[in-house]
């Protein structure tokens, strides 16, 4: 039996694939095999989901393929979905076999949280992946098409977004700007079209700046989007939604932002975790097997106001390279690095030249902010895939 | 009250827009007051309309701004639907007026004849209007995006076209070229999708040339098509279709080009018709009021052997240009024409690069039948638009 430690990474998020990449630089010859497994043979950015969804980018934009990211001759990718873990085992239980590991990187990503409200489960749309948004986007021009057909049904016309979070507001303002395009293509009147952006919080982008936040607002308001804040949704039906004041918005497509949580799997494997989030030590280990590293939307980390930091690409990657450092370090016997965040601000777009965001501490609106998310979009393609993945993917 | 003769003509297809062309071109100033109604602003091309159906080709291409083609100071254009035609006060009802005529010209078109056959109203597509070719593509794009998130539902990946005639062959050809196209984008594996044509009658294109009609049926199943021939739907239902020999194929797609009809709206008004078709006398007036003519697919007209002619855009234009010559000609108390079809040909596509045909008796295959479909449909263009609409929407 080889005696070189095995490395079995779960998922090739931006948590995954940034604890991949870095091994595949860090690690010397024959000192570990690494293993990464994703259930597609694509890397997305979540990121930019937003737009695909509202059919305001391709989504092969919002993809990479994961052999144009990792060098095959360093680390084996395995195409496969994660059925079951069983960390007492070492063990991963793929639908198609099963990994044995040493060290196991959890990045399984999130999963949409309806908190229990009914029918979100059953009738909403999600902008969780690849897949899902190509569904929306596929539903939204379908609508206008079933409404030529049938032109009483003005629920047809009628878009609710639940939840005014970071992921709806991005997607509104790329909905509101995708809408003038759609009623030309169909020969639609715009005015029949509604959009409707429900947040149950006190405010759209809860903990955001509230100067900013009004900024937004009003950018999107005057795009056409009604908002509806502090305003829970009771229920959704193939009609629509019933909302906490009693009020009725019928509506053929309904997209459910509202929530994320960790990933079933992870509870599943008897890891003790909060809406499938688990905390995780300094090291990013759980507490009950240190040779288990879990990082990004599963992992829950507490920053110094006692609160959990909310699950963004920003932390996932530099969970990832915190990560990929220890498990080097695990196997040269080397003290381990503490994780800390580097908050370095966060941009929201509010569609096409449109975004605030605090950067460094400076608060951003307007083109200023979009240029800025920009950046921060070429950044990422940079550090993952280098200058040819900038010119292939970037948009400029 | 003005002694100006008033023509009305309803219908902006083949026969209302070449019977409106010769009136603006013939009449002399103040001869008479022609009035074109049409419910949409523009006139589409019918025999374009398998295209954008399946997606080969944008729907702006199948239609032509009525702005664009009439001199709008010869004759006047009433975006409005027709509600009924009452030829003994010879008034026409619109949805939103009333219209006076001395002559009228019934042009409204076909519908889709689904003799009875249960669930095809109700679950069915239709090839009939740039809203149904619109409804049709975003529908077949959306079961792909669907699939991708049941992926046990191979039903979505079944698509199935109810008839072999004209529409039904040249709609199944460009299905056959986009699927790989849908496939690649949606990462779909082509090998699970699946096109069915079924007809009832003994085989695919009756009354064509059994020799091209052998040859078409070859390159469709080399494109992966699924002929039965001889094979009645029995029975259409939200799951599927039911066919007569017992067979039930699984399927979210139907799409009926099997039977066409004349307008309800001729038999409503006390005409004599046969499923919708007036039988009309030589000059194309009805029988009972020699001031209403009838041309295109609600006119019928009995041939040497007997038969009815088909309904085509070949013979609509031909009546159109009879139909004007004859108004011409009843204003000016002139002998009127009688109609003589002067069958060109026919050239039915079978997706690109591929056709069969019979034009001028000789039989055509393959690439020049195809080059002389494009041919055909330029010439077109060149007739009701002159050589900047041919620039315009002519593809080359």
Same mark, same amino acid.
């Given at each position: 039996?080889s005696?070189?430690?095995?490395?079995v990474?779960?998922g090739?998020?931006y948590?995954g694939?940034?604890?991949?990449?870095r091994?595949?630089?860090?690690?010397n010859?024959?000192?570990a095999?690494?293993?990464?497994v994703?259930?597609?043979?694509?890397?997305?950015?979540t990121?930019h989901?937003?737009?695909?969804?509202a059919?305001?980018d391709?989504?092969?934009?919002?993809?990479?393929s994961?052999?144009?990211?990792?060098?095959?001759?360093k680390?084996?990718?395995?195409k496969s979905?994660?059925?079951? +873990?069983?960390?007492q085992e070492? !063990?991963?239980?793929? &639908?198609?076999?099963?990994?044995? %590991?040493?060290?196991? $990187?959890? /990045?399984l990503?999130g999963?949409s949280e309806t908190?229990g409200?009914?029918?979100l489960q059953?009738?909403a749309l999600?902008?969780?992946?690849?897949n899902s948004?190509?569904?929306i986007?596929?539903? +939204?021009?379908y609508?206008?098409? !079933?409404?030529?057909? &049938?032109p009483?049904?003005?629920? %047809?016309?009628?878009? $609710?977004? /639940?939840g005014a979070?970071?992921?709806?507001?991005?997607?509104i303002g790329?909905l509101?700007?995708?809408i003038?395009k759609?009623?030309?293509?169909?020969?639609?009147d715009?005015?029949?079209?509604? +959009?409707y952006?429900?947040?149950?919080?006190?405010?759209?982008?809860?903990?955001?700046?509230?100067?900013l936040?009004?900024y937004?607002?009003?950018v999107l308001?005057?795009?056409?989007?009604?908002f509806?804040i502090?305003?829970?949704i009771?229920e959704?039906?193939?009609?629509g939604?019933v909302?906490?004041?009693?009020?009725?918005i019928r509506?053929?497509?309904v997209v459910?932002?509202?929530?994320?949580?960790g990933?079933?799997l992870v509870e599943?494997?008897?890891?003790?975790?909060m809406?499938?989030?688990?905390?995780?030590?300094?090291?990013?280990?759980?507490?009950?097997?240190?040779?288990?590293y879990?990082?990004?939307?599963?992992?829950l980390?507490?920053?110094d106001q006692?609160?959990?930091?909310?699950?963004t690409?920003?932390i996932a990657?530099?969970?990832g390279?915190?990560?990929?450092y220890?498990?080097?370090?695990?196997i040269?016997n080397?003290?381990l690095?503490?994780f800390?965040?580097?908050?370095?601000?966060?941009?929201?777009s509010?569609g096409?030249?449109?975004?605030i965001?605090i950067?460094?501490g400076?608060?951003?609106?307007g083109?200023m902010?979009?240029?800025?998310?920009?950046?921060?979009?070429l950044?990422?393609?940079?550090?993952i895939?280098g200058?040819?993945?900038?010119?292939?993917?970037?948009?400029f």
């Open positions: 039996m005696t070189v430690p095995r490395i990474i779960l090739a998020g948590g694939v940034l604890t991949a990449l091994l595949q630089k860090e690690l010859y024959n000192e095999n690494v293993t990464l994703n259930k597609h043979d694509y890397h997305y950015i990121t989901l937003h737009m695909p969804a059919g305001t391709d989504p092969e934009n919002a993809r990479v994961i052999s144009k990211l990792i060098d095959e001759f680390i084996d990718f395995v979905t994660v059925v079951q +873990i069983k960390p070492r !063990k991963v239980i793929l &639908e198609d076999g099963t990994l044995s %590991y040493d060290y196991l $990187v959890i /990045g990503g999963e908190f409200i009914p029918g059953e009738y999600n902008i969780r992946s690849i948004v190509r569904l986007r596929e539903h +939204i021009e609508q206008f098409a !079933k409404f030529k057909r &049938e009483e049904r003005k629920d %047809y016309l009628t878009f $609710v977004v /639940g979070g970071f992921t709806g507001i991005e997607f790329e509101a700007d995708r003038p759609l009623c030309k293509e169909f020969d639609v715009p005015s029949l079209v509604k +959009i952006n429900i947040e149950a919080a006190p405010t759209a982008l809860p903990g955001f700046d509230p100067e936040v009004e937004a607002m009003q308001t005057n795009k056409g989007v009604t509806k502090a305003t829970a009771k959704c039906t193939p009609d939604v909302l906490a004041d009693g009020e009725t509506s053929s497509t459910w932002t509202g929530g994320i949580r990933n079933r599943q494997a008897g890891f003790e975790a809406r499938g989030r688990v905390k995780v030590d300094e090291f990013l280990r759980t507490t009950q097997f240190e040779n288990v879990i990082i990004g939307d599963c992992s980390i507490i920053n006692g609160r959990p930091y909310p699950p690409a920003q990657m530099q969970q390279v915190t990560c990929a220890n498990l080097v370090a695990s040269r080397q003290p690095r503490e800390k965040f580097d908050n370095k601000g966060v941009v929201a509010l096409k030249g449109e975004a965001g950067v460094f400076k608060k951003l609106k083109g902010a979009a240029l800025m998310k920009k950046l921060i979009d950044r990422y393609l940079y550090i895939g200058i040819p993945l900038v010119l292939r993917k970037g948009k």
